[in-house]
């Protein structure tokens, strides 16, 4: 039945993807660059943010939903092959899960919910990017493989963002720096997509 199955986020052009990410790397990165003590001070403050955590932990189920509910107007369904038979009970655990994460997990969610988001979201840009021909393209699984080793640190243990932030919310500086090489590489993608993708 899934022998010929591809995926939406497999259709997904590069050229437009890679236009995407970078121009989310880009201006985020320059956002953080011009204003370094106010991003130092939300690094600070993320991991204590319930609602906010709980507010994107909600957008994390919601799109796990998503992904898992089977119906013809619903083009982000996955195959779960031999696993299709929990499909049902996937999707009435979601909301569940989510429940108990919100109500008894409270400390660091932020992290959690944020780590979890990453790894969604990195599935889109790398499907994307599989296999197609220009070498370029490895701008994309370059930066994203650390970003999902990373994120699943914060899954696993929510509290190292708040360890990591600490190390570097006392130097604007190098939160500075860091912003500008993020940038750096925003625009590297930006214009590969533009001039090769």
């Known amino acids: 039945m899934y022998d010929q199955y591809i995926h939406l986020y497999e259709k997904l052009p590069l050229c437009?993807?890679?236009?995407?990410?970078?121009?989310?790397?880009?201006?985020?990165?320059?956002?953080a660059a011009a204003w370094p003590q106010?991003?130092?001070?939300?690094?600070?403050?993320?991991?204590?943010?319930?609602k906010a955590g709980t507010a994107l932990l909600g957008v994390d189920f919601l799109w796990i939903m998503a992904l898992l509910l089977k119906a013809d107007w619903n083009p982000l369904c996955m195959p779960l092959y031999e696993f299709d038979t929990f499909r049902s009970i996937l999707l009435l655990l979601c909301p569940v899960v989510w429940f108990v994460l919100?109500?008894?997990?409270?400390?660091?969610?932020?992290?959690?919910?944020?780590?979890?988001?990453l790894l969604l979201m990195a599935i889109v840009p790398l499907s994307a990017a599989f296999l197609k021909e220009p070498v370029?393209?490895?701008?994309?699984?370059?930066?994203?493989?650390?970003?999902?080793?990373?994120?699943?640190?914060?899954?696993?243990k929510p509290h190292l963002f708040r360890d990591w932030a600490a190390k570097?919310?006392?130097?604007?500086?190098?939160?500075?720096?860091?912003?500008?090489?993020?940038?750096?590489?925003?625009?590297a993608v930006l214009a590969c997509a533009i001039l090769f993708w």
């Not at 370029?136 to 696993?156: D, E, K, S």
């Not at 570097?168 to 625009?187: C, D, E, I, K, S």
């Open 16 to 31: 437009g993807t890679g236009i995407a990410m970078g121009l989310v790397l880009t201006a985020t990165h320059l956002a």
């Open 38 to 50: 106010q991003t130092c001070k939300l690094l600070a403050n993320a991991h204590v943010s319930y």
């Open 102 to 117: 919100a109500t008894m997990a409270k400390e660091h969610l932020l992290p959690r919910a944020l780590g979890l988001f």
């Open 136 to 156: 370029t393209r490895l701008l994309i699984p370059i930066w994203w493989y650390p970003v999902l080793t990373v994120a699943m640190f914060w899954v696993a």
């Open 168 to 187: 570097v919310t006392g130097r604007p500086g190098l939160v500075r720096a860091m912003a500008l090489a993020g940038a750096a590489y925003g625009l």
